[in-house]
């Protein structure tokens, strides 16, 4: 792949990304615009109009308070510096030897996968090339953006109803195992017993009683044109059924989520998308969070208030100054719209992903849009960077925690808040047994849940 582009194509390149992405929707302002945010500022309600550039449509929404949930009247947002979260080393150096490979190729239903990919990432370079294409390499890099070989976190499932009942609803246990395409110092780029899948996702119900023992396998292949493998462990049945593609709309122990919702931002099967590049824009976030604020989920019925704000009728849960300061990060924005021969049954008419550019995380914020256009949900993610237990000094934002993550389901008057604790990664994890392929990354595995 070329390292420079063309003069013509990178001056139109330039012109395009100068503007900043603004949706269709986002809401006006006679205030003042501010070019960006001082570190030091603090954002509440009386000011947030003029830092509404810097906030996904979700945000805005929430701050404008126009579909039922707003965001607390009291709130602040104290704005710091931004702090690089850089890609572990290992990953870089992998993404300098093989990412000249890396080719996208048309399939057969009209999507884009790459070819010949080994590790780091794909396309290093995601605005150089064909225009047209600029969202699937953005997309692909997010896709494959480092993962540890094992991680794995307790979760908890918050649920908040439209008269203020907020209750915690279960208790999980997630496992996120990386089969394939690896840059991790301890590991092979594959690892044998999994093959032929690239990504496993194992998740345990511990509780309420009434639930424990259900769990979800999705097993991801390594090849990007086939269909991901889903499984769900039902423990009345004593058994464990092979589910359908539309199951990728069941919601996950009665969240909000819904399956397709639990990759980290980019959606399953994703060769069945059409996925374009709409701009740039930076975005406020809350990525260096105060560990402590993860030490547990707090009570039954309301999250920790030295650190959220409390929940209530019509009012969003939100991090408090003391949970963190928050920062600019610089994203490339992508719309995802199944093609048209999919669309039909989907969840989503369209999913909108803010992706940092500096590590391709693509979770941090999500819309999502109902199949009339109307923004159905919003996500936000609060977090901060792990240490990567083999390496020295690299860190990485884990699929697993620690983080909590707010999505607002504007439709049904529903929130769903879930909090997950810190995370084992890689040999840290092997005293719970989180490396065994056969009981966290199989479809047998789910058959030794209640031995």
């Known amino acids: 792949m070329k390292k420079y582009s063309t003069i013509l194509l990178g001056f ?23 070019a960006s945010i001082e570190p030091g500022t603090t954002i509440t309600h009386q000011n947030w109009q003029q830092y509404q550039q810097f906030m996904s449509e979700g945000m805005i929404e929430l701050f404008e308070g126009k579909q039922f949930w707003h965001l607390p009247k009291d709130l602040r947002i104290e704005v710091e510096p931004s702090i690089p979260i850089p890609l572990p080393r290992r990953y870089l150096a ?21 070819a010949n990919y080994v590790a780091g990432l794909p396309f290093p370079h995601p605005l150089e ?14 896709y494959y953006r480092y993962q540890p070989r094992v991680q794995s976190a307790p979760g908890f499932s918050y649920t908040l109803d439209r008269f203020g009942n907020m209750t915690q609803t279960s208790e999980v246990r997630e496992v996120a195992s990386q089969l394939a395409f ?13 093959v032929p899948y690239y990504f496993a996702r194992y998740e345990e119900q ?10 979800i396998l999705d097993l991801t292949p390594s090849d990007p044109t086939e269909l991901d493998e889903l499984y769900e462990y039902v423990p009345t049945l004593r ?13 996950v122990f009665g969240s909000d989520y819904v399956i397709d919702d639990e990759n980290g931002g980019p959606p399953g099967l994703p060769q069945l998308f059409q ?45 408090k100054p003391a949970m963190g300061k928050w920062e600019l990060r610089d994203t490339y924005v992508l719309s995802l719209k199944r093609l048209p021969q999919f669309a039909k049954g989907y969840c989503y008419s369209e999913r909108i992903m803010y992706v940092d550019k500096e590590n391709f995380f693509g ?8 199949a009339p256009g109307k923004l159905s949900k919003t996500q936000l993610v609060f977090l901060y960077p792990v240490p990567i237990s083999a390496s020295s000094g690299d860190v990485a934002e884990l699929l697993t925690g620690p983080y909590t993550g707010l999505l607002v389901n504007f439709r049904n008057k529903h929130v769903t808040v879930v909090p997950y604790l810190r995370s084992c990664v890689d040999e840290n994890c092997s005293a719970s047994g989180y490396l065994d392929l056969t009981r966290y990354a199989s479809p047998e595995g789910l058959m030794k849940i209640m031995q």
């Open 129 to 142: 090339g064909d225009p047209e294409l600029r969202g699937q390499r953005i997309f692909w890099d997010a």
């Open 239 to 251: 058994r464990s059924l092979r589910l359908s593609q539309a199951a990728r709309c069941a919601p």
């Open 182 to 194: 690896l840059s991790d110092d301890d590991y092979p780029y594959t690892i044998l017993d999994g």
């Open 94 to 114: 992998d993404t300098a030897k093989y990412s000249n490979r890396v080719k996208l190729v048309k399939t057969s239903s009209g999507g884009y996968v790459p």
């Open 275 to 319: 996925i374009d590049y709409l701009g740039d824009k930076q975005i406020l976030a809350l990525e260096h969070a105060a560990p402590k604020s993860f030490d547990s989920p707090a009570t039954p019925t309301q999250l920790d208030e030295q650190y959220y704000y409390p929940g209530g009728a019509g009012i969003v849960p939100f991090p």
């Open 206 to 215: 511990l509780a309420p009683e009434q639930g424990k023992y259900s769990a």
């Open 363 to 370: 979770a941090g914020e999500l819309d999502l849009y109902d």
């Open 12 to 34: 139109v390149s330039m012109l395009f990304t100068a503007l900043p992405y603004s949706h269709a929707g986002a809401a006006s302002s006679t205030l003042p615009v501010q």
